[in-house]
DNA sequence: TTTTGAAGTCTCTCC
DNA sequence: GACTTCAAAA
């Protein structure tokens, strides 16, 4: 092994901003009697370095790495070099002779697999390239491309995203009639999360129903038609949702078949990231491909286990060893990310939880400031401080890759955006889908769907609909014509449609001739076929929506992602596993080594770390969301979101809050937030507070007659029973 | 049967 | 504030 080739690389990736040694600014930022000199500093930050051994590696790290053959069970909490010992053990395991290519990766992001493999490299070589790595939803992709045929999965199945899966979902709905007027029955959402939740986790549908939706269990007949005839549906058009792919792998290993012993044969050792937010489907499936030997490396923290909301369950991690007899159990508590005030804080934050099979994490990065726990006037103010400090920062030295804002949804970052934009700072926003989803996006993916899948019923579905004077019930029509005439090529240009349509239709037909008879072997080839797409598209986008600029300018970017792809089924294949990720993924000058900051959902920020991070609305309501704040689980849920957000934080940690929120649904007040529950005494005792007033909020006229925000002597009065 | 306009409904996290 | 659903008109 070359031990200090780890260690340099990860220096270089977590370099330490260097600081000016200039007088540190001191300002106080408001006037209220809670104000603070602010900031104070750290004044020791500490180089990695000397944190770091000289093999990069502490003992129960080397321990993990070097593990000989069997399952283990890697119990890392936050920050404590979880990838790397993962990355060490994938060297360790190269070094013993083992082949790359029989070595399986798993990991929650592509990007992370990518990046641990890349890291690998550094340590042994380009030997690693061939080590097999990716996500679970990518991984059975790839053997059910390539062993899917000789398990009746037809050649050339197209990956449906949730979004399709929804739109068929609601093709089952409607064909049987239901959704009629009499009672409220379950949207397309509702099933399709039922189902998936179904498949996902294997609790019968009448005890998700009585869990989750007991207003539903009247219907769970119709639900279980719908279920049968969307699963029918999919079969015959040749369609694969999400959860098939983990079904079919699952299935495939599970069965009594040669060929299921030919693929759990595959790999000789499987390594898998972020264990605690597998669902009992995928620990099947390990089972399934660990039949033979016991080489299953899992790693994960229960105390961050965040996506359950996808079926992800925490008995998982929890019975792992009771489930692989001889599990070796390595635990990782020494923190190499964070100072110890952060530390404190966190650590205290999660102690609320119940179950948990990690203790206390500490490190030896003493010293620094404590965290922030900001109170902002309102979301204006929020914003201003956020961007203040940003910049200040940033003046200090920190570039702004070093900080990022998170937040509990994709929408929260609204304000601040503008914000950012206004004031010309680069960012790049993770998280949240948006780009994929948007109508426009999916018309013209619809085009290269039909293409390279003719039976695609959702596509067919959706280009009919564009056409004037074809709605729902003659597109349903047009489909089913098409499917008398086996969707051969020809079915849609055989299709008489009514009169209204008829110009329309035969372009449409046209194009997808052209587009069928000049495959065009040459480099970017989808891109090509996107503009010749357009030509036809861009005049009914014109037509049918108002705003029409940011939508050409997405397809823009589409066809720039295009660009990249050796083929159309490679194409749509990877944007329905690998959906961009940034904005910036999605080709704006895509320079990596842009100074940009980043802004993520708290759920995106997973396996990351900045040298700043601000957590931004930490507002009852907002972080916990309201909605999730149903059962004792769900909220302990939002508790370790807070505590994945809370420890991406090295140097710097600001929780933010607005005091004043306009509330769109108790009609125009404003109202008095609550400080995140989370945020109990005893974790702000780990906090420094400050508080951010509002300088340039007018003054309320005089005469606005503005009822006051809170009513003091209302309040005393009900007090006393006046 | 499609289209249009108006009222009504939620607000998420992601492969 | 954006998107869906409902009812009426073309």
Request: some cysteine.
């Amino acid at each position: 092994m070359a031990p200090n080739a780890g260690g340099s690389f990860d220096k270089a990736l977590r370099q330490t901003p260097v600081r000016k040694a200039s007088g540190e600014p001191e300002y106080i930022c408001c006037m209220t009697d809670e104000a603070r000199v602010y900031p104070q500093r750290p004044r020791t930050v500490e180089p990695r370095e000397k944190t770091e051994l000289a093999a990069g590696l502490n003992e129960a790290q080397a321990r993990a790495a070097a593990h000989p053959d069997g399952p283990l069970l890697i119990i890392a909490g936050a920050g404590t070099g979880k990838t790397r010992t993962l990355v060490h053990r994938v060297a360790h395991l190269l070094e013993r002779g083992i082949k790359p290519e029989r070595i399986l990766l798993l990991t929650f992001t592509r990007r992370s697999a990518q990046e641990m493999l890349a890291r690998a490299e550094r340590l042994v070589g380009s030997v690693s390239r061939s080590v097999q790595g990716g996500t679970f939803h990518g991984t059975a992709h790839r053997l059910l491309r390539r062993f899917g045929e000789r398990a009746g999965l037809p050649h050339g199945f197209t990956i449906m995203d949730q979004g399709d899966a929804v739109d068929l979902m609601q093709l089952s709905r409607g064909k049987l009639g239901l959704g009629d007027k009499k009672k409220r029955f379950p949207k397309k959402e509702t099933l399709h999360h039922v189902y998936s939740r179904h498949v996902n986790t294997e609790y019968p549908v009448p005890a998700i129903l009585s869990e989750e939706y007991p207003q539903f269990r009247e219907f769970e007949e119709e639900i279980a038609r719908i279920f049968a005839d969307y699963t029918e549906r999919k079969t015959e058009r040749n369609l694969v949702d999400y959860d098939d792919l983990l079904l079919f792998w699952a299935m495939l290993v599970e069965s009594e078949s040669p060929l299921a012993e030919q693929i759990a044969g595959l790999y000789d050792h499987i390594l898998v990231d972020e264990y605690q937010d597998t669902n009992h489907l995928q620990a099947r499936i390990l089972r399934g491909m660990c039949r033979t030997h016991q080489n299953l490396t899992v790693v994960g923290d229960d105390a961050q286990s965040i996506y359950s909301f996808r079926g992800a369950t925490i008995r998982n991690i929890l019975d792992f060893p009771q489930q692989y007899p001889g599990t070796a159990v390595v635990p990782l508590e020494e923190n190499y990310r964070s100072t110890q005030p952060i530390l404190d804080c966190t650590n205290t934050l999660i102690s609320r939880a119940e179950e948990r099979y990690t203790k206390n994490l500490f490190t030896r990065r003493t010293g620094g400031e404590q965290p922030w726990l900001v109170t902002a006037h309102d979301e204006p103010a929020q914003t201003r401080f956020v961007v203040d400090r940003i910049l200040e920062l940033h003046e200090e030295g920190t570039p702004l890759r070093e900080m990022a804002v998170l937040f509990r949804a994709g929408y929260m970052s609204a304000d601040l955006e503008i914000e950012l934009t206004a004031r010309g700072i680069p960012f790049e926003k993770w998280g949240g889908l948006k780009f994929l989803e948007a109508a426009h996006v999916k018309d013209v993916l619809a085009f290269l769907r039909v293409l390279e899948n003719p039976r695609d019923e959702v596509s067919w579905y959706r280009l009919l609909q564009l056409m004037p004077g074809i709605g729902e019930v003659t597109a349903r029509g047009a489909v089913e014509s098409m499917a008398a005439l086996a969707w051969t090529s020809e079915a849609f240009g055989r299709y008489v449609p009514p009169p209204r349509a008829r110009a329309a239709h035969a372009a449409l037909v046209e194009l997808l001739d052209q587009l069928r008879s000049n495959p065009t072997e040459a480099d970017g080839i989808v891109s090509t076929e996107i503009a010749r797409v357009r030509r036809l598209y861009d005049d009914i986008l014109r037509e049918r929506y108002d705003r029409v600029e940011p939508r050409l300018s997405d397809l823009d970017q589409l066809q720039t992602i295009a660009a990249g792809y050796p083929s159309r089924a490679a194409f749509l294949s990877a944007l329905a596993l690998e959906p961009p990720q940034a904005t910036q993924d999605l080709g704006f000058g895509s320079d990596s080594e842009d100074d940009v900051l980043v802004l993520s959902t708290a759920h995106s920020s997973k396996g990351r770390e900045w040298d700043a991070v601000f957590v931004i609305w930490a507002v009852d309501g907002y972080f916990p969301m309201s909605r999730a704040l149903g059962s004792d689980d769900e909220i302990d849920e939002e508790r370790r979101l807070l505590y994945v957000a809370t420890t991406r934080a090295r140097n710097h940690l600001f929780v933010t809050y607005p005091l004043n929120v306009y509330d769109s649904r108790r009609s125009a007040d404003y109202s008095i937030d609550q400080l995140s529950r989370f945020l109990d005494r005893g974790v702000r005792e780990m906090m420094q507070r400050v508080v951010v007033d509002n300088p340039d909020a007018p003054a309320p006229a005089p005469d606005a007659a503005q009822p006051p925000v809170v009513d003091l002597r209302a309040m005393l009065r009900g007090r006393f029973g006046a």
